[in-house]
């Protein structure tokens, strides 16, 4: 193998391993999305959906607002 060839591959690798990552991230936070728009949907204040998905009570609140255009 040359060394063109195993930076090659260890670019690869690298860039997979990125992705992955990227991938994982946006799919947690979907969850906690979704999470949010669950709790909201059964009655629950924003203050304690924010404590409960851990995230800023803005964020909970343009989860939910996006949530209601899409209606």
Do not use: F, P
Request: aromatic letters at 6%.
């Amino acid at each position: 193998m040359s060394i063109y060839e195993y930076n090659q591959e260890k670019h690869l690798r690298q860039e997979r391993e990125a992705s992955w990552e990227e991938g994982r991230e946006s799919g947690i936070s979907e969850s906690r999305r979704q999470t949010a728009i669950n709790l909201s949907k059964m009655g629950m204040d924003v203050e304690k959906i924010a404590q409960a998905v851990e995230a800023s009570v803005e964020e909970v609140q343009t989860w939910l607002a996006d949530e209601d255009v899409r209606k």
